[in-house]
């Protein structure tokens, strides 16, 4: 039935059948299902090991001329124009699964020329990666939304509380990258000269040595500006050979992600990837693909949602780069920056799936209020405080809080996305990217010209921003629910043709839905 049905519509040439394709499934799909979200999270976990263990290292160890954070400004400046250009028509191409298969490969030469980074090795590589994260994560947010769609119906369960479930599985999986892609750079970092001769330095020097330190401790923290601190023993790059070890363990992460999705990915087919009335089931063409991420734009809320998009950017951007060197890196040494950085992921990860599940009893408001909060009393201690190596619990303490901060952006935005444009999930998704990425772009442009103290205002001044818009857009949602509610009490032959169209139009509303047919097989 299922795939008779795809045939016929072939035969006519025409688009009718396929979009009202019926996907029938049995029951029992829902464990496969669930082996499907395990085995995107887990991809992703490996994919990312790499990269986040290597991104959190730029601005240390290619220190030089700002080459790190210059590369990965390159690396976001690409994502923002292949979230444009690239993930509706890649996914096109290629297939859900087979995007997500390419574009995890892009990623590949940026941890290889780490090998010998240089501005002209480093940077194309750069926007190689950037070009292909568009297309891979729109893949993956698709994949997620529309198996959390059947497996709402399979389970007659709310779709949003799936949805949210799923990504906040997902990314439990993915901020666990953070611990074991540091926990690679730190065991390795810490157990050759570097770490252990900055370890004696301190311990051996007497009182001499640390007098020394604490005029150098002065420009941390708030104080600290990339130009000014080349003296500082703390900020010496690693021998090659080390970070020679680390590049070649990350980039056979990226190797074993890419055959993980190859070898035990279901295709997206199977849940009727070409029926939906989404934009990859229509027949349009590459310039109607391009303008659907901007015909986005002209919705409200979509609008609304675009500050605190791009602070979600700028405080991973803050996290990666600048706490690590301006705090960390400057205060206890580069072999200490993924130590402080597990602790970031590991709460992220808990939090994530925490959550997830707790927005169907505390709703998402909740959630959001309390994950402004911790980011704004985080930047506000980051001005006063002065990083010292002999308080070294409150690194991890803001780590872990900033953490916190960071899962409630991840889980809930992510998540509100998937509800207010089911209709346009890609396009959506899109636009979440290319917000995101205008932060971090943003964020490492002015990195190495700006101080930490100039940067925590600008952050601050963006989180206020960001929630105002976000009220607003709850504010309307809840009138949206109630003007609908009343629309469909009215008996169908009463309502007027612009009731009709309302109703249609809602972006909520997915075909989807009504097109899984359950049977008890």
């Known amino acids: 039935m299922h795939g008779g049905g795809v045939d016929t519509d072939k035969q006519n040439g025409g688009d009718t059948a396929s979009l009202r394709e019926k996907v029938q499934l049995r029951r029992g799909e829902k464990w496969r299902i669930l082996k499907n979200i395990i085995t995107v999270s887990v991809a992703f976990m490996v994919q990312f090991t790499a990269f986040q263990g290597t991104a959190n290292l730029q601005s240390s160890i290619n220190a030089k001329d700002g080459l790190g954070t210059v590369s990965l400004s390159v690396v976001y400046a690409a994502l923002v124009v292949s979230c444009i250009f690239l993930p509706t028509l890649v996914i096109r191409k290629l297939t859900v699964k087979w995007t997500l298969c390419v574009s995890m490969l892009c990623y590949a030469p940026y941890i290889a020329s780490q090998f010998y980074p240089r501005f002209y090795t480093l940077l194309p590589a750069g926007v190689l990666l950037g070009l292909g994260a568009a297309p891979m994560w729109a893949s993956k947010a698709t994949y997620l939304t529309q198996l959390g769609q059947v497996y709402a119906k399979l389970t007659d369960q709310s779709v949003e509380a799936i949805i949210v479930r799923f990504f906040g599985f997902f990314f439990l999986a993915w901020q666990t990258a953070e611990l074991w892609g540091n926990l690679i750079s730190s065991l390795v970092l810490s157990s050759g000269a570097h770490g252990a001769a900055s370890v004696t330095d301190e311990m051996g020097n007497g009182t001499g040595g640390s007098h020394h330190d604490d005029s150098n401790l002065e420009s941390c923290g708030a104080n600290f500006c990339v130009v000014e601190t080349s003296n500082n023993a703390n900020l010496q790059r690693p021998p090659d050979s080390e970070i020679f070890e680390i590049s070649a363990i990350y980039l056979s992460c990226i190797v074993a992600a890419v055959v993980i999705i190859a070898v035990f990915l279901d295709p997206l087919s199977r849940y009727g990837e070409r029926r939906r009335g989404s934009i990859s089931a229509t027949e349009i063409s590459g310039m109607q693909l391009l303008s659907a991420t901007f015909k986005q734009l002209k919705k409200a809320n979509q609008q609304l949602l675009i500050p605190i998009t791009v602070f979600i950017g700028m405080e991973q951007a803050f996290i990666g780069a600048d706490f690590t060197q301006a705090y960390v890196s400057c205060a206890l040494g580069i ?39 911790v980011h704004g009393a985080c930047i506000i201690y980051l001005l006063y405080w002065r990083p010292h190596p002999d308080h070294q619990i409150v690194f991890f303490i803001l780590s872990g809080l900033w953490g916190i901060g960071d899962a409630v952006w991840q889980t809930q935005i992510n998540g509100l996305y998937g509800a207010l444009f089911r209709r346009n999930k890609e396009a959506a998704f899109s636009n979440y990217r290319l917000w995101e990425s205008v932060g971090f772009v943003v964020a490492y442009a002015y990195s190495t010209n700006l101080c930490a103290r100039m940067k925590l205002y600008l952050l601050f001044g963006v989180l206020v921003c960001g ?55």
Request: aromatic fraction near 6%; include cysteine; charge should be negative.
């Open 335 to 373: 072999h200490q920056i993924g130590y402080v950085m597990i602790c970031f992921g590991v709460v992220n990860a808990i939090c994530s799936i925490i959550f997830g599940s707790a927005m169907k009893y505390i709703g998402r408001v909740v959630i959001i209020i309390l994950g402004a909060i």
């Open 467 to 521: 929630m105002v818009g976000y009220t607003i857009v709850e504010i309307r949602q809840l009138k949206k629910e109630k003007h609908l509610k009343k629309l469909e009490e009215i008996p169908k032959q009463q309502q007027t043709e612009a009731d009709r169209k309302v109703i249609e139009e809602d972006d909520e509303k997915d075909e989807l839905e009504e097109d899984i047919v359950v049977t008890h097989l």
